[in-house]
């Protein structure tokens, strides 16, 4: 089993710049890929950015790319999500998500909220 746990999430105004943590445990070292999505009110949970850990390769959403990051530390056990130019149709709860070979596992999610 893998434990996701999100941080970083607050309110922030049009503009503005957060970072997303999440820190992974438990059986971490058979984890191949992390990500981040997200669900706004009433709408489906949808998909921001993942980062592969083969080669390092990195997946974006139209609406996000050029505007977040997404990105690990040494020991693959922490995935960043750096956004900037935050809109307020970037609020939402952000959710992590790790893969390995047994499935996906979830973070509880983290709230952004951005202002106008």
């Known amino acids: 089993q893998v434990q996701l746990v999100e941080s970083g999430g607050g309110l922030v105004q049009a503009g503005g710049s957060l970072r997303l943590s999440c820190a992974a445990s438990?059986?971490?070292?058979?984890?191949?890929?992390m990500g981040w999505f997200r669900q706004a009110p009433g709408k489906e949970r949808e998909f921001v950015a993942t980062?592969?850990?083969?080669?390092?390769?990195?997946n974006y959403a139209g609406s996000v790319k050029g505007r977040f990051t997404i990105s690990r530390d040494n020991a693959k056990t922490t995935v960043y999500l750096q956004m900037n130019s935050l809109k307020p149709g970037d609020t939402a709860i952000y959710y992590c998500?790790?893969?390995?070979?047994?499935?996906?596992?979830w973070g509880q999610g983290t709230q952004v909220t951005v202002s106008s």
């Open positions: 998500r790790a893969t390995d070979f047994g499935g996906n596992y």
């Open positions: 438990g059986r971490t070292a058979r984890i191949y890929a």
């Open positions: 980062l592969s850990w083969t080669g390092g390769t990195t």
